[in-house]
């Protein structure tokens, strides 16, 4: 991982070749090209070394990751090593639907005259941390903040990275090119009083929203912002327009996947932790009110075989079933 310092137009400039071809790629309505995995032996060494998820800090097993396009491929990635890197299976599925919480279902075509600005964002969040890894902080971009509630909730833990970036940036017998060790943290909220930090505030006030349409206009402007990023963090104040209730958008999938985690767990404690998950949400107090918000009623066990199928094994007898979530 590089120790550059970036701002805004460094990451811009940086990732110019995938915003371009992006554009392209929406404004013709192009074809989306088929996807391929990562090879066995690539797979296989990374287990072998016990590298990890380059988000998470997961641990791969061989069956709990997933080849991901960088850019993807319904936003005009193309299906080349350089565009590609292996994530666990629910950074995989916390990241495809972040983009799919902002723009909904493909083709995207149909959103680029409305959204070009949220999936610049996107772009270059996803670009940015494939190369860098995650940096926790109360200190990032709403799109990288929308990422980490959505996958890890808020939950404080440890994280331990020995991974890899872009398939084109190692070969068998490398070792982890991201590393770092930290702690993920609760989102936390500024203070408007600290003085350190009104300049950003004069700049929300004023409509200059760093990330934001009027910073990445097509044409670039002259003056440059000041404020500049140490240790390959991306510096921004989460826009204050985004609604908190629009962690409600999560899927049910997404919602089970976060909770489940990589180890396999008993259904009585996804039990809990969906009711604390509820809770939280909504105010709601069990599983029958998180469940009913999905329209379905019945056992936790039968409503999760339907709706989740073969990403999921339910097994063992009450009261001690336990869960897993399946390589998808």
């Known amino acids: 991982m590089s120790e550059k310092t970036y701002d805004l137009y460094d990451l811009e400039d940086k990732y110019q070749q995938s915003l371009d071809d992006c554009k392209k790629f929406l404004i013709s309505k192009g074809r989306v090209v088929k996807g391929t995995k990562i090879s066995k032996s690539r797979i296989d060494y990374m287990v072998s070394i016990n590298a990890t998820c380059p988000l998470c800090g997961a641990i791969f097993n061989g069956k ?26 629910a950074c995989n599925s916390a ?25 610049k964002k996107f772009i270059l969040w996803s670009e940015f941390v494939s190369d860098e890894g995650i940096r926790f902080s109360d200190s990032v971009p709403s799109m990288h903040q929308r990422f980490l509630d ?46 350190t930090k009104s300049s950003f505030f004069s700049m929300i006030e004023s ?48 919602v089970i996947i976060k909770l489940v985690g990589k180890d396999e767990i008993t ?24 469940f009913a918000t999905y329209g379905h009623k019945g056992t936790m066990k039968n409503i999760l075989e339907k709706e989740l199928g073969d990403k999921i094994d339910i097994s063992g007898d009450h009261p001690n079933l336990q869960i897993k979530i399946n390589s998808l």
């Open 64 to 89: 709990n990751s997933n080849t991901e396009h960088i850019l993807p491929l319904g936003l005009g990635g193309k299906n080349v090593a350089n565009n590609k890197i292996q994530l666990c299976v």
């Open 95 to 119: 990241k495809n639907n972040l983009i799919q919480s902002y723009l909904g279902q493909p083709p995207y075509w149909k959103y680029y005259d409305d959204k070009w600005s949220t999936i």
């Open 150 to 195: 959505a996958r890890f909730g808020g939950i404080e833990d440890s994280i331990n990275v020995r991974g890899y970036g872009r398939l084109s940036s190692w070969k068998v017998g490398d070792g982890p090119n991201i590393n770092f060790d930290q702690r993920k943290t609760k989102k936390v909220l500024r203070d408007t009083k600290d003085k």
């Open 207 to 254: 409509g200059i929203g760093i990330l934001g349409d009027k910073i990445f206009s097509d044409k670039k402007k002259k003056i440059r912002p000041k404020t500049r990023v140490q240790n390959t963090q991306v510096k921004e104040i989460i826009n204050p327009h985004v609604k908190e209730k629009e962690l409600e958008l999560e899927s049910l999938e997404e």
């Open 267 to 290: 259904l009585q404690k996804l039990g809990i932790k969906i009711s604390k998950y509820e809770n939280k949400r909504s105010g709601g107090k069990g599983t029958r009110e998180f």
